[in-house]
């Protein structure tokens, strides 16, 4: 079995562009409120296909936001 690649994100107007998967340090995961060890067993998942993942919980509203507006994101969890 092949291990799992992200899609490619479209360019968004006035960013840079992307760097490609393979060049990139991990996938960027954010989960939306919930449980944390949401992310982290979808990150086990990730790794275990070979994907490097770093996740980022956000607890409440405000921390979403602030987060959705810091940089883009390859994967939300809500």
């Known amino acids: 079995m092949r291990p799992l690649r992200p899609a490619p994100r479209l360019p968004?107007?006035?960013?840079d562009p992307p760097?490609?998967?393979?060049?990139?340090a991990a996938v960027a995961l954010l989960v939306a409120?919930?449980?944390?060890?949401?992310g982290e067993n979808i990150a086990r998942i990730l790794a275990a296909?070979?994907?490097?993942?770093?996740v980022t919980h956000a607890c409440d509203h405000g921390e979403i936001l602030q987060a959705l507006g810091e940089r883009p994101w390859d994967a939300?969890?809500?």
Not at 12 to 15: K, L, P, R, W
Not at 19 to 24: L, M, T, Y
Not at 49 to 54: D, L, P, Q, Y
């Open 33 to 38: 409120g919930g449980r944390q060890d949401e």
């Open 19 to 24: 760097v490609p998967a393979e060049r990139s």
């Open 49 to 54: 296909a070979g994907m490097s993942v770093r």
């Open 12 to 15: 968004v107007a006035g960013e």
């Open 76 to 78: 939300l969890i809500a």
